[in-house]
């Protein structure tokens, strides 16, 4: 649902067609609820439990690996992992250089985390994700942007006065304010952004995509994605 990376930077870069018997899981690892590392070291959240349940209706043997959002496309692309499955919004730009399945999540909302209700988004800063679709959301719509590598350096910046507000999916965004004990708060203004989220391959993995589509499509079917969004996202969550 977030991240935008442009596509002209990794559109050399070579691929590799699918030819394993084990499809490796590439997220972040670092955007609850979608993706986490618990405290045994291993992935988990949302699109943990979906991934698993994709990889046994696809008939796949999956194992799962981090990696840093700023570099997810380019490892990839260079044959680190197989598929990325990482809260990603389905873009015109990086269809350019990825083939995405059919979305998983539908398109959701983006939301402003602040200080204060009264904050005005023009009187400084506000922090987004870099490469992320909200950070060119914000550079395209009058606010002064300000960059960071994780989506914890974008809320800590809000917290000691760098930004005035992060804009990030409102799943991420609405349990920190909610734990924060009034602290934080969402603003009532929401930005729908991106074409709902979705899976990346290599452009040459189209076999590879094809078995994910028709698990996706399955789990839409008979209830179990709808049902997995509301856990994971609670019952007011978009679902299928």
Known sequence: MKKLLLAATFATLGTTAFAQDVVRLGTEGAYPPYNFV??????????????????????????????????????????????????????????????????YIPPASSAYLTLSKD??????????????????????????????????????????????????????LKPIADESGGALVLLDKEEVIGGGVGMAFRKSDAELRGKFDAAIDSMKKDGTLSAMITEFFGPEAKTW
């Open 119 to 172: 904050t005005d988004l023009k009187s400084g800063p506000v922090a987004a994700q870099t490469s992320t679709i909200q950070a060119a959301f914000v550079a395209e719509n009058g606010m002064k942007l300000v960059e960071y590598a994780t989506p914890e350096e974008t809320v800590a910046a809000v917290k000691n006065g760098e930004a005035v507000a992060v804009l990030a999916d409102k799943d991420y």
């Open 38 to 103: 618990n405290d045994k070291g291993e992935v988990d959240g949302f699109e943990r439990k979906m991934g698993d349940e994709l990889c046994k209706r696809a008939s796949l043997n999956c194992t799962w690996t981090t990696n840093e959002w700023d570099s997810i496309i380019p490892n990839l692309q260079s044959g680190n992992y197989d598929v990325i499955i990482a809260g990603m919004s389905i873009t015109p730009e990086r269809g350019e250089v990825v083939d995405f399945s059919q979305p």
